[in-house]
Every structure is written in C-alpha cells, then in structure tokens.
C-alpha cells in the first residue's frame, strides 16, 4: 500500500528536482474548423528523445522541436502510431533538423497511399480549386499535398512488422502492432518501467476516428490493451486516462459499434455514444461529436458489407512484407 502511494507521488511529481517525469505530452487540438493534431509523446532513452506522432501543423512540429532544444538533447527516433496525416506530416519537420533520425512505423502507409490518400488529394485539388476555400484551410491542404507527393518524407525507415520487445534509442519498449484497426497497421507502446500505454487513435477522446475503421478488428485491439497492466493510457487525442477511464471508453465504443450493427435505429446509437462517452465530451464539442458519430455510422457501420469490411484486409496486399518468423 505505501509503496503504492509513494509510486504515485512520483508520477504527479515529475517536475520535483531529481525525480524523471515518465513521459512530456504535448497535447494535439482538435480544433472545429480545421484538421486535427495528434498527441505528441515524448520520451527520454539513453540515445536521444524518442517522440511518438509528430502532429499535422507546423507550430505542433516547432513545439516538438522546441521542447529537445529546452532539454538539450536530440531527437532520435520517431514512432508512428499510424499514418494519418495528423500523426506523421510533422516527420518531415523534424528529419529537417535531425536527419539522421530513426522512423519507426508499419508498412500500412503504402496500401493507404493509392487508395484513401489518392482520393483525399483528389478532394483537396477540388477545395484548393474553389476560391471560398480559407487562407488556412489552403495552408493545410498544401502542407498536406506537399508530403503526399513525397511520401519517402514521412515513410519509416525501421518497419515495424509484428509485436515485440524492441530496443528504440537504447530503451527497450513493448512495442505492439494491432493489424485493421484504426487503421491497416495501428503501433502502440507500452513501457512496463512506468506503466503508461501509449495508444494512438486505438482511444481518441470523444469520438473514435474511425475513417478508415475495422471495426471487429479495433475491438479486438481493445481487448489487448486492456490485457496489459497500465496505469495510465495517453490516448491519439484527449487527456491521459486512467485505467478506470479506458474500460468507461471501451464499453461506449462496443455498444457503438453494436448498435451500428443492430437495428436500432441511428439516432439511438449516436445518443448513446454521446451519453456512454459523456465524461469525455467537452461542451465545445458536442455537436461536432453527434456529426462525427452519425457520419461513422453510416459510412463504416451501417455501409454494404463489401464497404464495411474495406478496412479489414489489406488495402494493397502486395505492399505488405512477410513478417518475420
Ligand atoms: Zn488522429
């Protein structure tokens, strides 16, 4: 018991003289009327930082940035959880500076590459096209289209291939790999040392992203957080959460993706998200969440099977290496 508090203490402690902070956050917004930024994670091992997901914007990339010059030591690796463009344009940013820098990442960015990204940049040409489009938004899209039509700036340079024990920058992490989730290849981390999940958009706040979603698959990956003994989970987006938040957020999730497979009818099933997942939703975005859960819904949920399942196997199985054995 007093060993439990006393470990507790130095968790909320981190900025006390002499005792480590077990991870930096640097939190991603998720702004109303432009894309989103990932959560930046940023650890300390024996050959420089390791940063998990680089965010979207260029003032996300500087404040990663900013913080290994404050400390005085270099960044030397980048994890990826996945490669949603909030999670990985900023790679490029800070390869810029540290070229020497190790990509940790699945393969899953190649099949999403002539597919999903083929036809968001097919979009993005319309919107840059339309002269309604916002300074911002154009900003966004070019930045967007930049590391699009260059993939080899965020492509990893180490693949993550399959779960295990990994040694990144000198420390030794529990890396796993969730296959069609989130999306094709999710990559979280658990660090046993701290006991902190680092878990990508396998747990975003107030509502799953769930654009290029398997949904058997995500719950499956869930299940395997869940088997992990955490103490606190920094989730894609949002706060950190403690496991008692987590398993909340599970079962919302399950019953929203139960009830998008039901019957019910639709607006049941975004009420109840918006109820399960209440303590996670700010004021702010509450309709932005009803939007979101209704559009998942039907696009993801409630889509023909053959639509349904497009994220459950590979998008292009020839881009994939044999993991391993
Ligand atoms: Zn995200």
């Keep these: 018991m007093r060993r439990a508090v006393i470990v507790g203490m130095l968790l909320v402690a981190g900025s006390a003289p002499g005792i480590a902070q077990p991870y930096h956050l640097i939190p991603g917004q998720v702004p109303l009327d432009k894309g989103p930024d990932g959560n930046t994670v940023v650890l300390d091992a024996p050959k420089g930082l390791i940063v998990f997901d680089t965010g979207r914007h260029p003032e996300h990339a500087q404040a990663i940035i900013d913080y290994a010059k404050q400390r005085g030591r270099p960044i030397a690796a980048i994890v990826n959880s996945h490669w949603h463009l909030d999670h990985t344009t900023g790679n490029w940013d800070l390869r810029q500076v540290y070229p020497r820098i190790g990509i940790y990442a699945s393969e899953a960015l190649n099949g999403a590459l002539g597919t999903f990204l083929a036809d968001s940049k097919a979009g993005a040409e319309k919107r840059l096209a339309d002269p309604k489009t916002s300074p911002a938004e154009r900003d966004q899209i070019l930045r967007g289209r930049s590391v699009l039509d260059h993939p080899d700036r965020i492509r990893p340079n180490r693949v993550i291939a399959k779960s295990g024990r990994m040694n990144i920058a000198g420390r030794t992490l529990d890396v796993h790999l969730a296959r069609f989730a989130a999306s094709e290849g999710d990559v979280w981390i658990y660090d046993p040392k701290s006991r902190t999940a680092i878990v990508g958009d396998l747990v975003v706040d107030i509502v ?20 992990v003994p955490f103490q606190t989970l920094i989730p894609g987006h949002g706060p950190a959460m403690s496991r008692v938040e987590f398993a909340a957020w599970r079962m919302a999730f399950n019953n929203f993706v139960d009830c998008g497979h039901s019957s019910r009818p639709g607006k049941e099933c975004v009420e109840g998200w918006s109820r399960d997942a209440a303590q996670f939703i700010d004021a702010a975005h509450k309709d932005y969440v009803k939007g979101a859960a ?8 409630r ?12 998008l292009s199985p020839a881009t994939w290496r044999k993991p391993a054995a």
Excluded: N, V
Excluded at 208 to 227: N, V, Y
Excluded at 294 to 301: A, E, I, N, S, V
């Design 208 to 227: 799953p992203f769930m654009d290029t979603a398997c949904a058997e698959g995500w719950r499956k990956a869930l299940g395997e957080i869940a088997r």
């Design 294 to 301: 209704g559009y998942y819904l039907q696009t993801r949920l």
């Design 303 to 314: 889509s023909p099977a053959e639509e349904r399942q497009r994220y459950c196997r590979p």
